[in-house]
């Protein structure tokens, strides 16, 4: 099982940027796939970005593509989501969650999230 834990949420104004992070821990830390996800107050949780095990592969969706960026440091079990160019409906819960494959399988691991708010 991987343990998850996010930080660096805050309060930005539109057009301004954050940087979140997502500290794994595990014995399959390193091996996961990591994404980010985001659920904003009566909405459905969304993905807005996942990376594999070693940091080659991404996928984003079009609403963030060209503003969000994920990376990953496995040497500081760590990944990170750089998000530029915010929007007022970025505002959201950010959760990392983690998984064995990149492309099927459920998010077994969830953080407790960080709060986004991006104020216009």
């Known amino acids: 099982q991987v343990q998850l834990v996010e930080s660096g949420g805050g309060l930005v104004q539109a057009g301004g940027s954050l940087r979140l992070s997502c500290t794994a821990s595990?014995?399959?830390?390193?091996?996961?796939?990591i994404a980010w996800f985001r659920q904003a107050p009566g909405k459905d949780r969304d993905i807005v970005a996942k990376?594999?095990?070693?940091?080659?592969?991404?996928v984003y969706p079009d609403s963030v593509k060209g503003r969000f960026t994920i990376s990953r440091d496995n040497a500081r079990n760590t990944v990170y989501l750089q998000m530029n160019s915010l929007k007022p409906e970025d505002t959201a819960v950010y959760y990392c969650?983690?998984?064995?494959?990149?492309?099927?399988?459920?998010?077994?691991?969830w953080g407790q999230g960080t709060q986004v708010t991006v104020s216009s």
């Open positions: 990376i594999n095990s070693i940091g080659r592969s991404t």
């Open positions: 969650a983690a998984r064995k494959d990149f492309n099927n399988g459920l998010y077994t691991s």
């Open positions: 595990g014995r399959t830390a390193d091996s996961s796939t």
